[in-house]
């Protein structure tokens, strides 16, 4: 089946650095990929969708300068969380999709905790 | 705009009782729906899908049908184990997978030996 790494699983960074996210798609080609944001005992929010080639579209209220996104090739879209503040820390999940894989499904990977303390 | 509304937990249940998990949604033309679930310290894995009105999205014993004139995908599987432990989602795209999920706040489920 489809499956979407990401990496790292986990990671602490001091508040003001910056932290790089990768997700990756193993056996399949994403042309659309999407970030999404789980807080503590809550749904998933999405952060923005990504389609190779082109500029990120960002969910309102979402900074575009804080979390930078990626997606250079048709298998990796990166997240970067510029400047982290402890009220960045969450966990942080893509899904990738593509057009030849079973219709209407998105294929979620791992998930990452950031922690920034 | 899109949402999803469902049943708030945490719902804990013994060993082979029956499990209905309610989920409403609001949406404009005709979404597909889906159950994921979140195993403890894992990503989301989808569970079921329905596309289309009538539909009925089953596997591992669970099953949801959707009710356009209910605006509703309950999730139902009539003997739990303890493997099914977790927490599950419900969630609606517009246009399928290459359009984003609105996820409704998820339940987590508890089965006791």
């Known amino acids: 089946g489809a499956v979407v790494s990401q990496h790292p699983s986990r990671v602490i960074c001091k508040s003001g650095t910056s932290v790089k996210i990768e997700c990756r798609s193993l056996?399949?080609?994403?042309?659309?990929m999407f970030w999404y944001r789980q807080f503590p005992k809550q749904s998933l929010m999405l952060m923005a969708t990504?389609?190779?080639?082109?500029?990120?579209?960002?969910e309102q209220g979402v900074e575009k300068d804080k979390f930078l996104i990626n997606h250079a090739s048709l298998t990796l879209s990166t997240l970067t969380v510029t400047s982290a503040h402890p009220e960045d820390s969450s966990f942080y999940i893509c899904?990738?999709?593509?057009?030849?894989?079973?219709?209407?499904?998105?294929?979620f990977g791992p998930g990452t905790r950031l922690t920034v303390t | 705009g899109n949402s999803v509304t469902q049943m708030e937990g945490p719902v804990t249940l013994s060993e082979e009782a029956f499990l209905t998990i309610n989920c409403t949604y609001t949406a404009t033309g005709y979404p597909s729906l889906f159950w994921y679930v979140q195993y403890p310290g894992e990503g989301l894995q989808l569970l079921l899908k329905?596309?289309?009105?009538?539909d009925k999205g089953s596997n591992k014993g669970f099953e949801a049908t959707y009710r356009k004139e209910t605006t509703s995908f309950h999730l139902e599987k009539g003997s739990v184990q303890v493997s099914d432990s977790a927490v599950y989602f419900c969630?609606?795209?517009?246009?399928?997978?290459?359009?984003?999920?609105?996820f409704g706040k998820g339940t987590k489920l508890t089965v006791n030996p």
């Open positions: 056996d399949f080609q994403a042309t659309t």
């Open positions: 990504s389609n190779e080639g082109s500029k990120a579209t960002y």
């Open positions: 329905a596309t289309k009105a009538d």
């Open positions: 899904s990738a999709y593509e057009p030849g894989l079973p219709s209407y499904e998105q294929y």
């Open positions: 969630a609606l795209s517009s246009q399928g997978g290459s359009e984003k999920l609105v």
